[in-house]
C-alpha cells in the first residue's frame, strides 16, 4: 500500500488524530531536548532472556538512564502499568525464541498481565514486571539446560542402540556397551531404563527374540544353530527366552509361521 492509500485509509478510519498526536510529540520533544532511552538497553535485556542469561538480564533491567521512557498515558500510574506490559510481552517472545515452550511464554506473561492491572502503586508495578523479565531468563537457561541433558542422554541411547543392532549375533553384555559410549554401566543402564522405561538387558533380549522370528519363518537353520548365532548359552535358553516374550514356543511359533519349503517335519518342542 503506497502512502497515499495509507493516509486515505487513515482518514477513512478516523486515524487523523494519531498523526496529529504524532507531530505534536515530535515537536515538543525537539524544542524540549527529550530522547528516549537508547534502544541498545532493551536490546541487552531481550538477547539476555532469549541467551537464558540470568545475571545479564539483572544487569540490563537495573541500568538506570537519564533520558526518557515515552509518556504512555497522562496518569503516572496507567503510564507505568503500560511500561509493563510492554516489557513483559517483548520478554515473553525473546523467551520463545530462546526455546521456551510458548504457552509457558504465553501464560506467564497472561498472569502478570493482570497483576499489574491490580497494582495501586508505581514501585509495585516496577518491581513486578523486572521480576518476571528476569524469571523468563531463567526458565529459558532451565529450559536450555533440560534440553542439553535430553539431547546428551538421546545422543548415548542412540549409540547404545546401534551398538546393539551391531552385535546382535553374539554375547553382548552391558560393560561392552558401556565401554563403548564412554560411561559407567550402572549409569548406562539407569539411563537406558529412564529413557526407554525398560532394563537395557531385556531390550538386548527382545532385539534378539525379533532376529529369532525372522530366522524361524524364513531360514532353514536348526534351533541350535539359531541359537549359537545369536549367543545364547544353548537351545533350550533361547527356547525358553522365547517363550517368555511371545508365549509360544519355537516349533509352535515355526509351524504357524513359517515359509513354504523351509525344514518341512522339524517337530522339536523347547
Given amino acids: 500500500m503506497d502512502s497515499l492509500r495509507l493516509t486515505e485509509e487513515m482518514n477513512n478510519i478516523e486515524y487523523v488524530s494519531l498523526e496529529k498526536d504524532y507531530c505534536d510529540q515530535v515537536f515538543h520533544n525537539q524544542e524540549n531536548q527529550i530522547v528516549h532511552n537508547p534502544y541498545e538497553q532493551e536490546k541487552r535485556v531481550l538477547e539476555a532472556i532469549e541467551r537464558g542469561d540470568p545475571e545479564v538480564a539483572k544487569e540490563a ?15 503516572p500510574l496507567r503510564h507505568e502499568m503500560n511500561i509493563g506490559i510492554v516489557n513483559v510481552t517483548t520478554a515473553s517472545r525473546a523467551a520463545i525464541r530462546g526455546g521456551l515452550p510458548y504457552e509457558k511464554a504465553y501464560t506467564l506473561s497472561d498472569c502478570c498481565i493482570r497483576q499489574i492491572e491490580k497494582c495501586e502503586d508505581i514501585e509495585t508495578v516496577k518491581k513486578l514486571y523486572k521480576a518476571v523479565q528476569l524469571q523468563y531468563a531463567e526458565m529459558v537457561r532451565d529450559s536450555k539446560f533440560a534440553n542439553a541433558q535430553e539431547d546428551f542422554q538421546n545422543s548415548h541411547i542412540e549409540r547404545c542402540k546401534n551398538y546393539i543392532f551391531s552385535h546382535l549375533h553374539g554375547k553382548i553384555t552391558v560393560q561392552e556397551i558401556a565401554d563403548y559410549v564412554g560411561l559407567a554401566p550402572n549409569y548406562l543402564s539407569t539411563l537406558f531404563h529412564r529413557c526407554e522405561h525398560i532394563s537395557l538387558k531385556q531390550y538386548i533380549l527382545n532385539e534378539k527374540i525379533k532376529l529369532v522370528q525372522k530366522m524361524l519363518i524364513y531360514s532353514p537353520y536348526s534351533y541350535i544353530e539359531i541359537a549359537n548365532y545369536f549367543g545364547f548359552a544353548s537351545q533350550s535358553h533361547m527356547g525358553r527366552e522365547f517363550k517368555k516374550v511371545l508365549g509360544m514356543t519355537l516349533s509352535e511359533y515355526r509351524a504357524k509361521y513359517r515359509r513354504n519349503g523351509f525344514l518341512e517335519g522339524e517337530a522339536e518342542n523347547f
Fill in 61 to 75: 533491567i537495573e541500568e538506570d538512564f537519564s533520558a526518557f521512557v515515552g509518556i504512555l498515558s497522562d496518569d
